[in-house]
């Protein structure tokens, strides 16, 4: 287990050979576009100098789900390839199509993260899937993906797991979300790609698309940090056990507005609401026949609609069953105080010292 501080050999990636405690950017072409000009699939490599496990952190497979984004580039500054011991391979925007039209789809209008595994002669969707697991997912002992709510949604930064499986949890506990919710695996999709290939995956769930927002970055950006301290790739504390432990959940519900109109809020992510509690009204465009939304179980509110314009039936408000609820609004306040407090620009009492060692 210690093995770690061994001299790395070097790490071949798409015809490259990295020598250790080095760093490359690739650009793996994908497939010709309409202009001619071939689409990438941008890198960065993080070659350790010592030998250790390699793990891939992506952003925006749904190519407006910019949040992981913003964490990558925060990782891309504090990695330091002299001080890692394993490969980091950071995948800012594998949806790359869509980063650049804004849009969660593949100009194919297929959805990636339904691709998996893809083939080399398939739609263009597979064939950027099926590049992501050549370079990325093959290469790879543990990958964290990150996504964020649709647009005009807002998630409570989560981790999403499969369910049954305690190393998965052990991760999801490290990285230290708020909150963590084991969910089923959807045919095609990254992660249930990763479960048949016996890879461990994490899936961050923080923030609204297009947008990025302090919280689910400095919540992502420690995460990852923390997950790589706990498997011995850096040295830092994984904070395991000094920050408080995620709330649990395995149940989640959505509750739809009961009329089209206008909504007021009075709940958002990260409250915690007991059966029956105020979420919102919706009434007229003078307000009027004003109808209430309750909270029909106890929970925490792990996702909301930031657009008060409303249709009958649109999902305003997710809300997580989780374990002993009585607990879990002190929890995640003290493990969103805790992560924010250590980031550089927070207050003193570092969660970890990251900035001296990585
Ligand atoms: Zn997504």
Redesign the pocket.
Known sequence: MDAPQQEAAPFEIAGESLAPGTVRDLAIPVSQQVSGFSASLALRVIHGAKAGPAVFVSGA??GD?IVGTAIVQRLAARLDPAALAGTVILAPAVNIYGFLSHSRYLPDRRDL?RSFPGSRKGSLAGQLAYTFLEHVISRCTLGIDI?TAAIHRYNLPQIRIASGDPYLVELAMAFGAPVIIESPLRDGSMRALAASRGTPMLLMEAGEALRFDRLSTDIGTSGVCRVLAHIGMIDADDGLHTVGIPARANKSSWVRAPRGGVTHRVRKSGDVVHKGDLLATVGGLFGEDAMEMVSPIAGIVIGHATLPVVNQGDALFHIAEVEQLEHAGERIGSITEAIIASQPHGPAQPLMDEDEVI
Request: glycine fraction near 0%; proline fraction near 0%.
């Open positions: 497979v749904h789900e993260n996504h």
